[in-house]
């Protein structure tokens, strides 16, 4: 008798990892699948990182660690924060986890009781709704469109807190849309939450090198915002460490110290080989990640180039991260042959047999008009596949 908890059914399963694993079971089979769906470079591992590993295991950086991290590199963090973000962390303020996901869930775990409400504004990276939920916390999510760059305003955040507001979490550039919210946005939405001391503001920035606005601003770098932020970040998206499993906080020393108590009885620390490999990448000048940047940049321009030829997409430019979120909206109650079109589940699924690609769609992202395309691949993949998701879309009638 298979008798699973609550709190698992309650769960569902990420729908880029589902939609991964059904482009892996395609390939299987022989079927030539472009797959767009999963937010992970394709750049290797920088070598200067993958030396810094290797020494760590000639020099035995093999035996159980600090629970929140080695004391040199939550040094290197600290350091990053002044240099990059110009928010002073001490090292005690600093836990180091087995990537930015369970950091996050560290928080949540760390602030929220059953009933607690969780700000979270649309669209949103798809583990915050299921992270909440396992907290038994409740989402409230604060819809946004295209026509505003997928961001909220101070007003609809006013209008979205409770007395039972606990917490909000937000991605900036954000997945899935891209989006950067710059100073003076985040300064406007800071006003709002100022006066809300019981908040706190999850500020997930684990995309903060991907970015082409030319500026990056983070918002407990707000002298009166800095005792209500947590500020996540790692290693995986801007040094092409998706594997490596290494992402980190700073915070209030009450929140660290609470992640530390519950991460000690979850994993302890990260590992130490990867400690190692990201002390080096977080150390060095952020130059060294710009020609990755750069290529996605390339990327970006030439998938929105094409969208922007297929009649009915509606696209706005985003300014970090590397996916383009169109809304696709224009397709709906269209079909061909036996394939009827009537969200974008369907039309994800119609791309995935039709044109050999592999998307996601944007219900999972809580934005159910608009579909995710990760541009985190090869110009020619990239060439490929908006050909044939041109020709597929353009069947539709």
């Not at 986890?97 to 928080?107: D, E, L, P, R």
């Not at 080989?273 to 750069?294: E, G, N, Y």
């Not at 369907?346 to 159910?368: H, I, M, Q, R, W």
Request: net charge neutral; proline share 4%; glycine share 6%.
């Amino acid at each position: 008798m298979e008798n699973i908890s609550d709190r698992v059914n309650r769960l569902s399963e990420s729908a880029t990892i589902a939609m991964a694993r059904k482009a892996r079971e395609l390939k299987s089979q022989g079927i030539d699948i472009i797959s767009l769906s999963l937010g992970e470079p394709d750049f290797n591992t920088p070598d200067f990182i993958k030396e810094a590993a290797k020494e760590g295991i000639d020099q035995n950086y093999s035996k159980y660690m600090p629970v929140n991290g080695y004391q040199d590199l939550r040094e290197a963090i600290s350091n990053k924060f002044k240099r990059d973000n110009n928010i002073d962390y001490t090292t005690d303020q600093i836990v180091v986890s087995t990537g930015a996901k369970q950091s996050i869930a560290n928080v949540v775990l760390s602030l929220i009781n059953p009933g607690d409400e969780v700000i979270v504004p649309a669209p949103f990276w798809v583990s915050y709704e299921e992270i909440i939920k396992m907290a038994e916390g409740i989402p409230v999510f604060i819809e946004t469109s295209i026509e505003n760059d997928f961001k909220i305003s101070p007003q609809q955040l006013r209008n979205a807190i409770s007395s039972k507001t606990k917490m909000m979490i937000y991605s900036s550039p954000c997945n899935p849309s891209g989006s950067v919210y710059s100073k003076e946005e985040l300064r406007s939405l800071a006003d709002v939450l100022v006066n809300h001391s019981e908040i706190t503001v999850l500020s997930d920035e684990i995309y903060e090198h991907i970015n082409f606005t030319g500026s990056y601003f983070s918002m407990a770098a707000f002298p009166d915002m800095y005792n209500q932020v947590v500020t996540i970040n790692g290693v995986s998206k801007s040094f092409a460490m998706t594997g490596w499993r290494l992402g980190y906080i700073g915070a209030p020393l009450w929140i660290a110290k609470a992640c530390t108590k519950i991460q000690g009885q979850f994993t302890s620390g990260t590992s130490g080989i990867s400690q190692r490999a990201s002390l080096a990448a977080i150390a060095a000048d952020p130059v060294v990640v710009h020609t990755m940047r750069d290529a996605f940049l390339k990327r970006r321009d030439f998938v929105i180039g094409e969208l922007k030829k297929i009649n009915g997409i509606k696209i706005n430019q985003p300014q970090g991260a590397f996916y383009v979120f169109p809304d696709v909206s224009f397709f709906f109650n269209k079909s061909y042959n036996n394939y009827s079109i009537n969200n974008a589940n369907d039309l994800s699924l119609y791309l995935l047999e039709t044109a050999k690609v592999a998307l996601v769609t944007g219900n999972a992202f809580g934005s159910p008009n608009c579909i995710r395309i990760s541009y985190a691949a090869s110009i020619e993949n990239l060439k490929e596949a908006m050909s044939r998701i041109t020709t597929s879309l353009n069947k539709l009638n």
